[in-house]
């Protein structure tokens, strides 16, 4: 069976340094990832993610 991304539930985590990314909710997050709390379709999260991180540069290079 294929599954395709409208399929899965994602959420928005993002790392120490403040960098999102989306991720599919069955699976462990990375070591250094947290979740951010939006759940939803992967393209909600991309949505969400394009809405909310608006400086691209890690935090270590904003400080």
Same mark, same amino acid.
């Given at each position: ?6 399929? *899965?539930?994602? #959420? $928005?985590? &993002?790392? !120490? @340094? @403040? #960098?999102?990314?989306?991720?599919? $909710? =069955? +699976? %462990? &997050?990375?070591?250094?990832? /947290?979740? @951010?709390?939006? $759940?939803?379709?992967? #393209?909600?999260? &991309? =949505?969400? *993610? @394009?809405? $909310?991180?608006? !400086? &691209? /540069? %890690?935090?270590?290079? +904003?400080?």
């Amino acid at each position: 069976m294929n599954d395709t991304s409208a399929d *899965i539930a994602y #959420q $928005v985590v &993002l790392n !120490d @340094e @403040e #960098q999102h990314s989306g991720w599919p $909710v =069955d +699976r %462990p &997050l990375p070591a250094g990832w /947290r979740a @951010e709390g939006t $759940v939803g379709t992967r #393209q909600a999260c &991309l =949505d969400h *993610i @394009e809405a $909310v991180w608006t !400086d &691209l /540069r %890690p935090l270590s290079a +904003r400080a």
